[in-house]
């Protein structure tokens, strides 16, 4: 089975903080996404990566930012973690099917 | 755009009832449809999926037929128990973006034993 592993189960962070969300996956994958989920709005794309060192943005990408500099990991870094980037973020990954394998996903609490 | 429009939760159901959560889909051409169920604490998981107009996907007893007519692609569970309950999202995947899943904002059930 594939395996996507994220770093941190839960975060607490304080406004201003840079903050640097990991992700990792063990089936050679091109594709990477991160994910944001919020109550009543589903989940929402951030940015997502096909390649190593290539990324598109999602449908929610202001605030954050990406880099995948290795094929197996994925980051996501918020620049300045505000109050409302507080939510649940899940990193996933595909092949060339849209099957996603989706990590347990990271809490993220910005106070 | 492309979306997804699944019934709001709570779903709260008796074990052994019969389940029906509502999908519907706005897209271009024929989308790839997909449930995925969200146990408590953890990711997701792929549930089913159906590729293309009539296709039924299946699995642990849950049903979902791809409805071009109706743009739906409801799931159904004919006896329900204590474990399915969770959260379950409806999801596509353009034709034009084979790569990119688009979801609906999930429908939690509650099974009450």
């Known amino acids: 089975d594939v395996k996507v592993t994220q770093s941190s189960r839960y975060l607490v962070k304080r406004t201003g903080e840079k903050v640097f969300l990991e992700c990792v996956q063990d089936m050679d994958h091109e594709n990477m996404f991160w994910y944001r989920q919020d109550p009543g709005l589903g989940l929402r794309l951030i940015y997502f990566s096909y390649d190593v060192k290539m990324k598109e943005k999602g449908d929610i990408p202001e605030g954050y930012s990406v880099s995948r500099e290795k094929k197996e990991r994925f980051s996501l870094i918020l620049e300045s973690a505000s109050t409302n980037q507080t939510s649940m973020y899940l990193c996933?990954?595909?092949?060339?099917?849209?099957?996603?394998?989706f990590g347990s996903g990271t809490r993220l609490t910005v106070v | 755009g492309d979306s997804v429009t699944q019934m709001e939760g709570p779903v709260t159901l008796s074990e052994e009832a019969f389940l029906t959560i509502n999908c519907t889909y706005t897209?271009?051409?024929?989308?790839?449809l997909f449930w995925y169920v969200q146990y408590p604490g953890e990711g997701l998981q792929l549930l089913l999926k159906?590729?293309?107009?009539?296709d039924k996907g299946s699995n642990k007893g849950f049903e979902a037929t791809y409805r071009k007519e109706t743009t739906s692609f409801h799931l159904e569970k004919g006896s329900v128990q204590v474990s399915d309950s969770a959260v379950y999202f409806c999801a596509l995947s353009p034709m034009d973006s084979s790569y990119k899943l688009i979801f609906g904002s999930g429908t939690r059930l509650l099974v009450r034993p």
């Open positions: 897209a271009t051409g024929y989308p790839s």
């Open positions: 996933a990954s595909s092949g060339d099917s849209p099957r996603n394998a």
């Open positions: 159906a590729t293309k107009a009539d």
